[in-house]
């Protein structure tokens, strides 16, 4: 089984609200990502959570704040957040940080921020 | 030079038809690479990982050129439901870290009947 699941799907969001977009994964895996998808573009890579210490931040803005709980969950907790800020939000684990282990992506939150 | 570069497309091709993509990297370290397809509003779905020996996984084949630093991809006998965005992706090593994927900008594949 490699499912990784992201709630919600879908979510709209005023410029002064704060929401958590939420992943899990019973994989096993120890290394978890958060990445953004704008229309027509690769995935841009934000978070890099490894044996659930934060191991890479992409220069992501502070209204854009992870939290790994354990090793199957994922959060994102946004706040104060853009119109530019609406994308895709994936979510990924993969075994570890080691340069051959595969990701497998979750369905991602399609974020509308209004 | 871009890290990982790609054909846009798109590609247009009938159903039954054989296509070959193509990506180049452009770190001559990097180690691992793989084919992800995404079809539209959808997250990646790994297709395949490229090794050097070749690998074949039923219609597909990757290939992987170290020399030339450039990964294939060939679909065999296309079907209407291989219509997505071939994402070729490519791990290296920066900042300290490893396994980071690097994303080209996918390829655009759409079969016709």
């Known amino acids: 089984d490699t499912e990784v699941t992201q709630t919600p799907k879908h979510l709209v969001m005023g410029m002064t609200n704060k929401k958590s977009l939420k992943c899990e994964q019973h994989m096993g895996h120890r290394a978890m990502y958060w990445y953004k998808q704008k229309a027509k573009k690769p995935p841009e890579l934000m978070f890099v959570?490894?044996?659930?210490?934060?191991?890479i931040n992409e220069s992501v803005p502070s209204r854009f704040s992870p939290e790994c709980p354990n090793s199957s969950l994922l959060n994102l907790h946004l706040h104060a957040l853009q119109p530019e800020d609406s994308a895709l939000y994936l979510c990924?684990?993969?075994?570890?940080?080691?340069?051959?282990?595969?990701?497998?992506f979750g369905p991602g939150t399609r974020l509308t921020v209004t | 030079r871009k890290e990982v570069e790609q054909d846009p497309g798109p590609f247009n091709v009938p159903e039954g038809a054989t296509v070959a993509f193509n990506c180049t990297y452009s770190n001559s370290a990097s180690q691992s690479f793989f084919w992800y397809r995404q079809d539209c509003r959808k997250e990646p779905k790994l297709l395949m990982s490229?090794?050097?020996s070749g690998n074949e996984d039923g219609r597909f084949t990757a290939q992987l050129n170290r020399a030339s630093q450039y990964i294939s991809l060939l679909i065999r006998d296309s079907k209407l439901s291989d219509s997505a965005t071939y994402l070729c992706?490519?791990?290296?090593?920066?900042?300290?870290?490893?396994?980071?994927?690097?994303f080209g900008k996918g390829t655009k594949l759409s079969v016709k009947p």
């Open positions: 990924a684990s993969s075994q570890g940080l080691n340069r051959g282990y595969e990701q497998y």
């Open positions: 490229v090794y050097s």
């Open positions: 959570y490894s044996y659930e210490k934060l191991s």
């Open positions: 992706v490519v791990t290296t090593n920066y900042g300290g870290s490893q396994g980071n994927l690097i």
